[in-house]
């Protein structure tokens, strides 16, 4: 079973840019989340879907940051105009649904996150 | 206060040793607790789950107690493969749901040979 993809594995843009990061989640998880961690910090939640819609995006960092999920498939995390302090690495992770049968229904997989760098 | 607390660390100790991780959190309503573990530049790892009766896994135990809000993750008989960095990490959400995991800083540990 392929795990969760995230693509670019490195993205490298100046102050202003923008950039779009893609996670593709394993097949058949409802569940999709967004994580950031900063240098020196902690992994942070920035949402959360149910297939396309959107449970939570309380950790959304303010409007330059767009998430969409669109068909409930992959989805993809937008930074426009890309700052500084974006720098960090973003992780995807998906989980099976609530209400799935199994001790690790609802157990996350992470991915290998998506580097940036804003110069 | 921050909402999960880890040792800082790193920690660095010899094959064969016992090591012992402790962690804090603020939420006293915080539902389900997790060991994860994260090897350099990888994604985090489900290492274990920790229940308040206490649980083992091979060289592996973890404890909670709710009172205190404390967690803790014990190694045994150490191995070079486990060098990684260890995360504390706590979900509020109750009824199986894990979606919103708050996770420590982390703490580095590197056995040696």
């Known amino acids: 079973e392929a795990g969760v993809t995230q693509f670019p594995s490195h993205s490298v843009i100046e102050k202003g840019q923008t950039v779009t990061l893609r996670c593709d989640p394993i097949?058949?998880?409802?569940?999709l989340y967004w994580y950031r961690r900063v240098m020196g910090k902690e992994i942070k939640f920035l949402l959360h879907f149910v297939k396309e819609s959107k449970q939570d995006e309380s950790g959304m960092p303010n409007n330059r940051f767009l998430a969409e999920r669109t068909g409930g498939t992959y989805s993809t995390l937008k930074v426009q105009p890309a700052e500084l302090e974006d720098s960090g690495v973003y992780f995807c992770?998906?989980?099976?649904?609530?209400?799935?049968?199994?001790?690790?229904?609802?157990?996350?997989?992470f991915g290998a996150g998506s580097r940036l760098t804003v110069l | 206060r921050k909402e999960v607390e880890q040792d800082p660390g790193p920690f660095n100790v010899p094959e064969g040793a016992t090591v012992a991780f402790n962690c804090t959190y603020s939420?006293?309503?915080?539902?389900?607790f997790f060991w994860y573990r994260q090897d350099c530049r990888k994604e985090p790892k489900l290492l274990m789950s920790v229940y308040s009766s206490g649980n083992e896994d091979g060289r592996f135990t973890a404890q909670l107690n709710r009172a205190s809000q404390y967690i803790s993750l014990l190694i045994r008989d150490s191995k070079l493969s486990d060098s990684a960095t260890y995360l504390c990490v706590v979900n509020d959400i109750g009824g199986g749901s894990n979606y919103k995991l708050t996770f420590g800083k982390g703490t580095l540990l590197t056995v040696n040979p």
């Open positions: 097949s058949g998880h409802d569940n």
């Open positions: 992770a998906s989980s099976p649904g609530f209400g799935r049968e199994g001790p690790w229904a609802n157990v996350l997989t």
């Open positions: 939420n006293s309503a915080s539902q389900s």
